[in-house]
């Protein structure tokens, strides 16, 4: 099975931006794998904020934006407020089975 | 307004089988397709699987095939998780999640599932 591979930690000050990347074992992600971003918040379940690589649902803040960029899924985060801290997850798509990435412990400090 | 409302939590002895349901309001079930997620106590997401409600058809992740079966019901817009000889490290919180054609969109509330002796 393929691995996904996202920065375990990152750091943003408030009103700052910061990327959040999304790699697979098998090569350069592409649209196809239809990359999606979810974050989760302590004790809650996962919202989705991005899917297939950069559309927004109705519920994702304008300051999130989604991509490729260097062979990998981006997830950007501009303006960052404190309430952006959360933990972060990309999945990508394989031939129909969905692999999620480990997670990205984001911090707003 | 989409809703996907899970059952309870449930504990279980290693060996039991487990069945979680997920019961969607709010849409036509057959256009929505879903999948179920499972997140241990302080780990990452893992996929498990998904079903299309529109004939049943089914598609599970490699590690769990074995174990995992995912059904519907149409006339309730229920779907149901049934994941048999439960083990230690099977203890997880189960999402499911729903959308058009697959998509990751509604997540229901989650069901703690433990398995413990």
């Known amino acids: 099975q393929a691995v996904v591979t996202q920065e375990p930690s990152l750091t943003v000050s408030p009103g700052g931006t910061v990327t959040l990347t999304c790699g697979s074992s098998t090569g350069a992600v592409t649209g196809g794998q239809y990359p999606y971003w979810f974050q989760q918040k302590p004790g809650q379940a996962p919202r989705t904020l991005i899917y297939?690589?950069?559309n927004k649902h109705s519920w994702t803040p304008a300051r999130f934006s989604g991509s490729l960029l260097g062979g990998k899924a981006a997830l950007t985060l501009s303006g960052a407020r404190p309430e952006d801290e959360a933990e972060y997850y990309c999945?990508?798509?394989?031939?129909?089975?969905?692999?999620f990435g480990g997670g990205t412990k984001l911090t707003v400090l | 307004q989409v809703q996907l409302v899970q059952s309870g939590a449930e504990v279980k002895k290693p060996g039991a089988p487990v069945k979680v349901s997920c019961k969607a309001s709010g849409y036509t079930s057959t256009r929505y397709y879903t999948h179920w997620v499972r997140q241990a106590p302080g780990q990452g997401l893992e996929w498990m699987g998904i079903i299309n409600p529109s004939g049943g058809s089914t598609s599970y992740s490699q590690k769990l095939q074995d174990r995992v079966i995912m059904t519907r019901d149409t006339s309730t817009s229920t779907v149901y998780m049934e994941l048999s000889s439960l083990r230690s490290e099977d203890t997880a919180v189960y999402y499911c999640?729903?959308?058009?054609?697959?998509?990751?969109?509604?997540w229901g509330q989650g069901t703690l599932i433990t398995v413990s002796s």
């Open positions: 999945l990508l798509s394989y031939s129909g089975a969905r692999v």
């Open positions: 999640v729903s959308g058009i054609g697959g998509r990751f969109e509604y």
């Open positions: 297939d690589t950069s």
